[in-house]
């Protein structure tokens, strides 16, 4: 119970530091974004930094085991609803390659991103690649079945390159 309160203080701590929309926290997953419930410069850059310093977090408090994923891609919002009750609603259309990701990143105590994250956040993060998700698509393009391929790279740490004597280097 301790540890759970941890986490969950952890997790509100760091989605401050980023500067995201901590959506919930249902059974063991927590949704969270960048840049869809309010504007946020560079969100890959963000959501690599969350996972980073998670993963340093949960390296030191093992009491609760944490893994994480994260992707970015085009997205529609919208506030939902009448009357009294409303809600923000996200819908992404490549939310089957972030679930595959996230049970990559459940199986392995890991936290991954996709390649395009990883490189938008190659300055603030190091990663590495792991492995490759394949998903069909179920368009048929030219007559030719088509599939997708997703590299996987996991967030090593965060890159620690600030050097006040940078003007020299």
């Known amino acids: 119970e301790a540890g759970v309160s941890r986490f969950v203080d952890r997790v509100h701590s760091l989605a401050s530091q ?3 929309a901590l959506h919930s926290f ?3 997953a927590v949704q969270l974004s960048w840049n869809a419930a309010m504007k946020c410069v560079q969100p890959e850059v963000k959501a690599v930094r969350f996972l980073s310093r998670m993963a340093a977090a949960s390296r030191e408090d093992p009491e609760v085991a944490v893994s994480g994923a994260a992707m970015s891609g085009k997205a529609a919002t919208q506030i939902a609803g009448t ?3 409303q809600a923000l609603t996200v819908s992404v259309p490549w939310y089957t390659t972030l679930a595959a990701l996230s049970t990559l990143a459940a199986k392995h105590q890991a936290f991954v991103v996709d390649a395009a994250t990883a490189a938008a956040a190659s300055d603030v993060s190091e990663t590495r690649a792991v492995d490759i998700l394949s998903f069909g698509i179920a368009e048929n393009v030219g007559g030719n079945d088509t599939s997708a391929a997703v590299t996987v790279h996991e967030v ?3 890159r620690d390159d600030d050097d006040d004597e940078w003007m020299y280097v």
């Open 18 to 20: 980023t500067h995201c």
């Open 26 to 28: 249902v059974g063991d």
């Open 83 to 85: 009357g009294r009750v």
């Open 156 to 158: 090593v740490k965060e």
